[in-house]
């Protein structure tokens, strides 16, 4: 049996815990781990989007049948919520929002703080839950006066990033079965107890894209308002379809077809700009343009409901990123935002994107980027 040490519940004596589902071996294999820990356990499927129901990128019917064969499996009951409208309303309008503005926001926060940990919570409390459950890759550590978010022990994996908007009363009733275990351990486990989606490709991208292609799926909502493409030098390269559609250090579907001053090194977008609606690139991964040893963040959200300490920590400014070492300064004003400064340059700081300190293993909290 393997023992759940990130658990912020007692294992005294069974208790409810409504497990998200989502058809993947992750919330799978969570929900069997809880099962066999002796709490009562509930699965709970959310729909979170229905735009395309009968498109060939969503995959939520099948997800449901598969979360349905694995709660007949490991014996669970399970039911699903429909989630669709909060959803539109606190994620996809603010996603939109701010693509609109230039910047490159990141769903994925913003749905597990307003959604996964707040509208199913709540959901899960009034089917008189003592705790939720996900298949995240992060840990919980109850300390003397509060609730810590850690990161995953597979670092390849690690959640923290995303879910680091989490506040300590979401915390206080949450449990990540999977933050101790290797993702290949989680395999071995569903392969062992015969959960037949063991092999499942894991889910990527924004929950609503899917495998689609982003920049087809965002000029559904977006208008293309065409501009010129420049150089770093100003020179004039040609014509984009709309800011919205690209993202600094993007590298591939920029248009440009290639060299334009023979040194064979590829475009990368460096700069917009809003006011003349033109897109700046620049050649090479390691141009100036594309570095920087700063960053500003507003917005912020701390786990411990206060800012850090000034000083020197760790931090990723995307997801997939090796920590760097920072140091964090108050911004203006300091009550709602900060700024970092890098002793190394970092590549492609992105307006919309958050910034996420850490300390050691401690996800601290952070922001939203607004400069770099």
Same mark, same amino acid.
């Given at each position: 049996m393997i023992?759940?040490?990130s658990s912020a519940i007692s294992l005294?004596?069974?208790?409810?815990?409504?497990?998200?589902?989502?058809?993947?071996?992750? /919330?799978? =294999?969570?929900?069997? &781990?809880?099962?066999?820990?002796?709490? %009562? #356990?509930?699965?709970?499927?959310? !729909?979170?989007?229905?735009?395309?129901?009968?498109?060939?990128y969503c995959s939520a019917r099948q997800d449901w049948l598969d979360v349905v064969s694995v709660a007949d499996l490991i014996g669970i009951d399970v039911e699903a919520v429909n989630f669709a409208a909060e959803y539109r309303e606190r994620v996809f309008a603010e996603f939109l929002k701010e693509y609109a503005?230039?910047?490159?926001?990141?769903?994925?926060?913003?749905?597990?703080?307003?959604?996964?940990?707040?509208?199913?919570?709540?959901?899960a409390m009034?089917?008189?839950?003592?705790?939720?459950?996900?298949?995240?890759?992060?840990?919980?550590?109850?300390?003397?006066?509060?609730?810590?978010?850690?990161?995953?022990?597979?670092?390849?994996?690690?959640?923290?990033?995303?879910?680091?908007?989490?506040?300590?009363?979401?915390? /206080?009733? =949450?449990?990540?079965? &999977?933050?101790?275990?290797?993702?290949? %351990? #989680?395999?071995?486990?569903?392969? !062992?107890?015969?959960?037949?989606?063991?092999?499942?490709?894991?889910?990527?991208?924004?929950?609503?894209?899917?495998?689609?292609?982003?920049?087809?799926f965002l000029n559904r909502y977006l208008p293309r308002i065409p501009g010129p493409i420049k150089s770093t030098e100003g020179k004039l390269l040609g014509e984009h379809m709309g800011l919205a559609f690209f993202t600094l250090?993007?590298?591939?579907?920029?248009?440009?077809?290639?060299?334009?001053?023979?040194?064979?090194?590829?475009?990368?977008?460096?700069?917009?700009?809003?006011?003349?609606?033109?897109?700046?690139?620049?050649?090479?991964?390691?141009?100036?343009w594309l570095l920087s040893n700063?960053?500003?963040?507003?917005?912020?959200?701390?786990?411990?409901?206060?800012m850090p300490k000034l000083g020197k920590y760790t931090a990723k400014t995307r997801y997939r990123q090796v920590d760097s070492l920072c140091e964090i300064k108050a911004g203006k004003p300091s009550n709602s935002g900060f700024d970092l400064v890098f002793p190394d340059p970092q590549w492609a700081v992105t307006p919309g994107q958050s910034a996420v300190l850490y300390d050691g293993d401690i996800c601290l909290g952070g922001g939203i980027i607004t400069s770099g």
């Open positions: 023992y759940l040490k005294d004596k069974p208790s409810k815990v409504v497990v998200g589902m989502s058809g993947g071996v992750d /919330s799978s =294999v969570a929900a069997w &781990l809880l099962k066999q820990q002796g709490y %009562e #356990v509930i699965g709970l499927f959310m !729909k979170n989007w229905e735009d395309d129901d009968n498109d060939q503005a230039g910047r490159t926001p990141n769903p994925d926060v913003l749905c597990n703080a307003e959604i996964k940990f707040k509208a199913f919570l709540d959901y009034s089917l008189g839950a003592d705790a939720i459950a996900t298949g995240h890759y992060a840990r919980v550590r109850p300390s003397k006066d509060n609730v810590q978010l850690l990161k995953a022990l597979d670092f390849t994996k690690d959640q923290s990033y995303f879910l680091h908007r989490l506040t300590q009363i979401q915390l /206080s009733k =949450v449990l990540f079965p &999977l933050g101790e275990i290797n993702k290949t %351990e #989680v395999r071995k486990i569903a392969e !062992k107890i015969g959960l037949h989606n063991a092999q499942k490709k894991d889910s990527t991208g924004i929950c609503f894209i899917g495998e689609r292609p982003f920049r087809e250090g993007q590298r591939k579907g920029i248009g440009l077809g290639g060299s334009q001053d023979g040194n064979g090194e590829a475009w990368y977008v460096a700069r917009k700009d809003m006011e003349s609606n033109t897109l700046y690139v620049a050649q090479g991964h390691e141009h100036p700063s960053l500003s963040a507003m917005d912020a959200s701390w786990i411990e409901g206060q």
